[in-house]
């Protein structure tokens, strides 16, 4: 195929922030009609090579062609008006806005001899996009209250508005379950079947897989290799992500009878969960499966005080606690790692450092000080731990890749020494090689005399990491399973 037949052909593109190379050589042909999964480590160069493609950032060489023409987009504008959009990997919505003036914001239908925005005309608009993509969304809500994976299809739905050759997505299916992925999936096929060209980026290869037909891998900046997903399978593809053989964390195959460590009896929140009775034993983990919607973090955030339960009592080593607030929960031995590191993580324009120890620093604070050495100290160790990608512990979080701020939320709440871990999407965004080593790090954390509840929307996520699967179904739970009982089948089914 000669260049002129590609949508999109970038070699050798390179950028670097501050000196620190970055992208050392980004490369990718896209053809039409194709999904292109480009794949790669957390902090491997693929936010920052899809950025330049649609004009966020300034490449410093390297050239780019869309459908043989080169191309120098210096703004999102310029690509948009190419044909290119893209879904970020970040969203910036206007939340009290509704969605369907997010959806049209700066090109809404006007009236008046323009004047005024046309409101009649911009709903028509925005719910006729909504059914083509089989979305249901009520284009007349704010985008507030919508749930993470609704403002991230409005997302999606925004970008397909444009009529665009070229899709790109940076993890659109980072904050929704893969059950509810399947309705993108769907979204997409009806595109590619047009002739339009995506680029995907996720860290779930059960995901790339059933999506894409061709791969680019990228690793430390720089372009490994290309193909189509057909001709390999998905160890392959992990092994060019991390460059090295990947072990799977495994949980020992059978607990000792431990006494129960964590107890929720008839907890119950009006509208979210009703009833729900659950016990976690010490150095278990449980996990908690189910749609997006079932109640699995609003339960979790009741545990936690962010909210209160109407009904219920909660017990820690057999003794009824009272949780009102957060600091109740922390001072009861809990934490918890959020799904949403926007609303209820980070502070972007504050160090890594100091985002890591936010939360721990009554135990490196004496008489009011933060005691520097053994803040330091705590933070190498974290840093290592969870090989956390920065060029040092003073840079603002927000430089950070997308998983390497994930990496942080888990590092600020380990410091904090809970004993009970509460996690809600712990590896949102995190990729293959770091995950395991997450899972490893639940493990050891467990096997302490402490206990576990992950929460989590990946199906081999949740068998892997769980000695016992509690699934939720419509603010109840439908089932629990032993590991040795749960497959695919089994969970989908009592989650539906
Ligand atoms: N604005 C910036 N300033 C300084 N460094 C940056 C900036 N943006 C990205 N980087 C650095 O560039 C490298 C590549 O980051 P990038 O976001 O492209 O990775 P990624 O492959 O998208 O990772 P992830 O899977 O975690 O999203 C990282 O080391 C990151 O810290
Ligand atoms: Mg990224």
Redesign the pocket.
Same mark, same amino acid.
């Given at each position: 195929m000669d260049n002129d037949h590609y949508l999109l052909h970038a070699a050798g593109v390179q950028?670097s *922030? %501050?000196g620190?190379p $970055? &992208?050392l050589d980004g490369r990718l042909e896209l053809r039409p009609g194709t999904v292109h999964a480009l794949c !790669? !480590? %957390? /902090? $491997? !160069?693929? @936010?920052? *090579? &899809? %950025?330049i493609l649609t004009g966020m &950032?300034r490449r410093d060489r390297g050239t780019i062609r869309c459908k043989g023409q080169p191309v120098n987009f210096e703004s999102p504008a310029d690509s948009l008006a190419a044909g290119v959009a893209m879904i970020s990997?970040e969203l910036n919505p206007l939340l009290d806005m509704t969605v369907a003036e997010n959806l049209y914001l700066g090109r809404e239908p006007m009236r008046l001899g323009g004047l005024v925005i046309d409101y009649a005309r911009l709903f028509e608009r925005a719910a006729a996009l909504m059914e083509s993509l089989g979305f249901e969304i009520d284009v007349r809500a704010p985008l507030r209250r919508l749930s993470l994976a609704k403002r991230q299809l409005v997302e999606i739905a925004k970008a397909i508005s444009y009529d665009s050759e070229i899709l790109i997505m940076?993890?659109p299916t980072s904050a929704i379950g893969e059950a509810e992925a399947a309705i993108l999936f769907e979204a997409i096929r009806r595109l590619t079947a047009r002739g339009v060209g995506v680029i995907y980026?996720s860290?779930r290869m059960s995901e790339i897989f059933s999506i894409a037909t061709e791969y680019t891998i *990228?690793r430390n /900046?720089g372009f490994i290799e290309s193909g189509r997903l057909a001709d390999i399978d998905a160890a392959h593809l992990v092994h060019g992500i991390v460059g090295e053989r990947v072990t799977r964390s495994q949980r020992p195959a059978t607990l000792r009878d431990e006494p129960v460590m964590l107890e929720a009896r008839g907890y119950t929140q009006r509208k979210r969960f009703t009833g729900i009775d659950l016990q976690v034993k010490r150095g278990e983990i449980l996990g908690i499966y189910g749609l997006m919607g079932a109640g699995r973090s609003e339960f979790l955030n009741a545990v936690f005080g962010l909210t209160r339960p109407d009904e219920g009592t909660l017990l820690i080593d057999g003794k009824p606690v009272r949780i009102d607030k957060p600091a109740d929960a922390l001072s009861n031995g809990l934490a918890l790692i959020t799904e949403d590191r926007k609303d209820t993580g980070l502070i972007g324009c504050r160090s890594v450092r100091e985002n890591i120890s936010l939360s721990a620093l009554r135990s490196y604070s004496k008489a009011g000080w933060i005691r520097a050495e053994r803040e330091r100290d705590a933070l190498a160790k974290m840093v290592r731990q969870f090989s956390i990608? $920065? @060029?040092s512990g003073e840079?603002p979080v927000?430089? &950070? @890749? /997308?998983?390497?701020?994930?990496k942080v939320i888990l590092a600020r709440f380990l410091l904090t020494k809970p004993r009970v871990l509460l996690c809600d999407e712990p590896t949102r /965004?995190?990729?293959e090689g770091t995950k395991q080593q997450i899972y490893e790090f639940l493990n050891s954390f467990v096997a302490q005399g402490r206990c576990a509840i992950v929460v989590s929307s990946e199906l081999d996520e949740v068998m892997q990491v769980s000695d016992r699967i509690a699934v939720f179904a419509r603010g109840r739970i439908s089932g629990t399973l032993t590991r040795a009982e749960a497959s695919h089948h089994a969970l989908t089914h009592l989650a539906s």
């Open positions: 950028k *922030f %501050n620190v $970055a &992208l !790669g !480590g %957390n /902090g $491997a !160069g693929k @936010s920052t *090579f &899809l %950025n &950032l990997q940076d993890e980026v860290h *990228f /900046g990608r $920065a @060029s840079i927000q430089q &950070l @890749s /997308g998983g390497n701020q994930q /965004g995190i990729d």
